[in-house]
């Protein structure tokens, strides 16, 4: 069977996580969404959504019998990961 998982991911390089989250905010801001809707909106899910790294996600796969696993799409902080058992 196939797997196809679409999810926000966390990112180790603490650097690297804070920049993507800062550009979905500017896609955000070019869509025309005002600094209360971003910040609204992040609040509203920041204890909500528990968002797990890919390693982390690929771990799992592994643990419940995929045999292998990638991303096979990405924007910023967000993307697809498919997992093959």
């Known amino acids: 069977g196939i797997l196809i998982l679409s999810e926000k991911y966390i990112f180790d390089d603490e ?3 804070e920049l993507l ?3 979905h ?3 955000k801001r070019a869509n025309g969404y005002s600094e209360l809707e971003i910040s ?3 609040s ?3 204890n909500v959504m528990r968002p797990d790294s890919i390693a982390a996600h690929k771990e799992l796969f592994a643990k419940i019998g995929f045999s292998s696993s990638e991303v096979w799409f990405q924007f910023f902080n ?3 990961m ?3 058992k």
Do not use: M, N, P, Y
């Open 15 to 17: 650097q690297v996580h």
């Open 21 to 23: 989250i800062d550009l």
């Open 25 to 27: 905010h500017d896609f």
């Open 40 to 42: 609204q909106k992040r």
């Open 44 to 46: 509203a899910i920041e």
């Open 78 to 80: 967000f993307g697809s």
């Open 82 to 84: 498919i997992a093959i």
